[in-house]
Every structure is written in C-alpha cells, then in structure tokens.
C-alpha cells in the first residue's frame, strides 16, 4: 500500500459506515402534484407503490361569493376506509347521504382519479360540487397536464 491508500481506505470505509442506515432506508414518497388554471389543486403521495396521501382543492366564485371545496386523506387516518386492487385505490370517506368515494388508478404516467357518492359531502361549500373524474397525464419535460370532467 502506498501512502495516498492508506489515507483513503480509512476515509471510504467511514463513508461506507455512515451511508449504509441510509441506503437501508426504503425509497422516497413519488409525489404527483397538479395546479390547474382555475385554482383547482390535486396532490396524491405513493409510497412503496401503494397511495398513502390525497388532497384535493377547488373553488368557485370570487370575493366574497368564494366558495371551496376540498378533502385530504391520509392512509390510516380514522375517519377513511383504504382498499387496494392492483394499480387502483380506492378511499371511502363519511356515510349516508354525504359518502364520498374516491378511486385513484394509475398506469403508464396516467392517474385517473375518479369521484363517485355525493358530489358534495362534507367538504364542498354551497355552490361547489366534486368533479366526476380528473386525469392527470405525466409530461415528457416534467410535470403533468390535467384535465378535469365536472
């Protein structure tokens, strides 16, 4: 060994050391992340493959006739019902009349998240319903184009 190893093997085995609780770790959240023009937001979180977060924001009016309308669920939280088939989630949120029901499907850089129940619920404001279906379509540069189907 000449002298310049000797430095650097004791300075790679203590990167390898510390990198390695690291590298163990499972990989990061993939978040898909859209505004719309018209104020309307969806953010969905996946973890090891599997939705772990959703929210969903949109509006109506302006000044003082905004009215809102948004929902975020969040994997384990006590007030949803999670099911999973394949590429598909699906979230349950409240009972009765005002039971909403959101499914996120997910193939090929496409998320088609699909509203279904009351189109109001708890978390729309008078004025504002939950659109049928919002495809988001991953973008060759980045970022994704949406389309929302009220």
Known sequence: ????TKLLLPALILLVVC?????AQSPPANTVEHDFPN???V??????GRLRFFNYYGSAGVGESMHECEMEFVRGDSSTVWEDAGAATTVGSGEGQSAVVVTVR???GVYTITFSGSRKGR?????VSLPRRITLTRR???GYAGRIFM
């Open 1 to 4: 060994m000449t002298g310049r």
């Open 19 to 23: 990198a390695a609780p690291a590298l």
């Open 39 to 41: 104020g309307t937001r």
């Open 140 to 142: 060759r540069g980045g």
């Open 106 to 108: 997910r193939s090929r």
């Open 43 to 48: 953010a969905l979180e996946y973890d090891a």
């Open 123 to 127: 978390f729309c404001g008078a004025g």
